[in-house]
């Protein structure tokens, strides 16, 4: 008998590097981007990694150096090493070194000159933009009310200016007495994330929401500036609030 059984199967169908490259991009998709390792990869794929392997002389770490190639074309940067697996703490973490470094908001250039161990394109591409990746920070410091706190006690202030000087109208106060994203941020990080009564952070006290508020109220002819502000938690500032309405 000449037949012989053998245990590899004729392969079906000769896989090009392009379908390769697709694959492995799907699953480098899957994982944001960042690293991932041939038993990931088989959880996924339709292939095997043996297969990608075979195609490119036997190593994964070629695979993967051609992937990289690829995604940089298209400006996506493949993430790798100890950059790998970044979880949104990771990312808010280092967010908070630069930011405190650097004293306000970075820029993309200002971002990119502090050695960063994330880049800024993986910050953006997680949060889809700068800006919205900076709010998400501020809220995930702050106990996600930053930025409409103002709206919350905009109310009870619109009624006391309105008691003292019933000409201005509330839209215009409303619109004069909100702080720009900018300076909640530099009140903020000067305030280290705390509120300057109690000393409550939402990093440390689960639930705290911080709040910005004007040291002398807006309503008595208190300003936007600074040194007028400061991080105040909710309670504190209802406290405080409440103080000013008996004045
Ligand atoms: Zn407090």
């Known amino acids: ?10 392969r079906i169908k000769n896989i090009s590097e392009d379908e390769i490259l697709d694959e492995l991009e799907e ?5 944001n981007y960042s690293y991932f390792r ?12 043996a297969t ?21 074309r298209k400006n996506i940067t ?5 950059q790998r697996g970044n ?34 394109d993986s910050i953006y591409r997680r949060f889809g933009g700068w ?17 409409s706190s103002h709206k919350v006690f905009g109310k009870v202030d619109t009624s006391k200016t309105r008691a003292i000087s019933p000409k201005v109208n509330a839209t215009e106060i409303e619109k004069t007495r909100s702080i720009s994203l900018n300076i909640r941020l530099k009140v903020l990080n000067r305030d280290k994330f705390r509120c300057v009564f109690c000393g409550k952070s939402p990093a440390t006290d689960i639930g705290t929401q911080l709040h910005i508020d004007h040291i002398v109220p ?30």
């Open 1 to 10: 008998m000449g037949f012989k059984f053998e245990f590899g199967r004729p």
């Open 27 to 31: 699953v480098a998709k899957h994982f």
């Open 38 to 49: 041939r038993s990931d990869f088989n959880k996924i794929a339709e292939i095997h990694s």
């Open 52 to 72: 990608v392997e075979r195609h490119f002389g036997g190593s994964w770490s070629a695979a993967v150096r051609a992937l990289s190639k690829r995604l940089k």
């Open 78 to 82: 493949l993430l790798l090493g100890r």
């Open 87 to 120: 979880s949104d703490e990771t990312m808010f973490n280092e967010m908070e070194r630069i930011w405190r470094k650097l004293g306000h908001r970075p820029s993309r250039d200002e971002w990119r000159k502090m050695k960063p161990i994330i880049s800024y």
């Open 131 to 147: 800006t919205n990746a900076c709010l998400k920070f501020i809220e995930y410091k702050s106990g996600s009310s930053v930025v």
């Open 218 to 247: 807006f309503s008595k002819g208190g300003g936007n500036n600074l040194e007028n502000l400061q991080t105040l938690c909710f309670e504190c500032n209802l406290g405080k609030s409440n103080r000013d309405v008996a004045e």
